[in-house]
């Protein structure tokens, strides 16, 4: 079985400061891993995924997030914060057993400040 | 851009009622799946299907029933709802129901019962 655990429920930031959002992953396979972003009112956006290739990987709106095996963790990061970052993010797994079945975690909601 | 196209955006139904969710894609994929999204609780996979054939219920009351009579298009008939059924419905398509590839939501339904 695969699980994915989004250790902050909430985090505040303000703007023009780093972003840390931390997700720890549980697979018996290499998984694929993918971080999604939602909007008030809105469908999950992809912001990046990994999928065994570098492990440093780029998303859009400045978003990176690096697979750590040995960590089993795929934190997800910005170094500067924008007010149009304020959401809830989610780090999901997929993979190995589980087929095309997504696993999401419980979500991190993010505030922003100015 | 979402590329998936959810209508109704918002819908209030008692629970005797009989209504359809429908879900649109304009990717050219071939798998869709319904979600289920309720307040502080993760994401909820209800249905999958792979080229119009079901592949997945993940063990969904019969009180809801999918049709997707192409990949283009998905729906979620609902009749004789519960009030625990008041959620967000998203739906999403990805080229095949493979692990490795994102999945695109929609906006998603939300679903009140009376």
């Known amino acids: 079985a695969q699980s994915v655990t989004q250790l902050d429920s909430h985090v505040s930031v303000s703007e023009g400061t780093p972003v840390l959002l931390r997700c720890n992953y549980s697979?018996?396979?290499?998984?694929?891993l993918f971080w999604y972003v939602q909007h008030p009112n809105k469908g999950l956006q992809l912001l990046l995924k990994y999928t065994s290739a570098a492990t440093l990987v780029k998303g859009i709106n400045g978003f990176e997030a690096e697979f750590k095996k040995s960590e089993t963790s795929f934190h997800l990061t910005k170094p500067s914060a924008h007010m149009s970052d304020a959401a809830e993010y989610f780090c999901?797994?997929?993979?190995?057993?589980?087929?095309?079945?997504?696993?999401f975690g419980g979500g991190t909601r993010v505030l922003v400040k100015p | 851009e979402t590329g998936v196209t959810q209508t109704p955006r918002h819908l209030v139904m008692g629970m005797t009622n009989k209504k359809s969710l429908k879900c649109e894609q304009h990717l050219g994929h071939n798998a869709m799946y319904w979600y289920k999204q309720s307040a502080k609780k993760p994401l909820e996979l209800m249905f999958v299907?792979?080229?119009?054939?079901?592949?997945e219920n993940n063990s969904v009351p019969s009180r809801f029933s999918p049709e997707c009579p192409n990949s283009s298009h998905l729906f979620l008939h609902l009749h004789t709802l519960q009030p625990e059924d008041s959620a967000l419905y998203l739906c999403?398509?990805?080229?095949?129901?493979?692990?490795?590839?994102?999945?695109?939501f929609g906006d998603g339904t939300r679903l009140s019962i009376l």
């Open positions: 697979s018996s396979y290499s998984p694929s």
């Open positions: 999901v797994v997929s993979g190995g057993a589980a087929g095309n079945k997504l696993t």
């Open positions: 299907y792979n080229f119009k054939e079901q592949t």
């Open positions: 999403a398509s990805s080229q095949q129901g493979y692990s490795n590839q994102p999945q695109h």
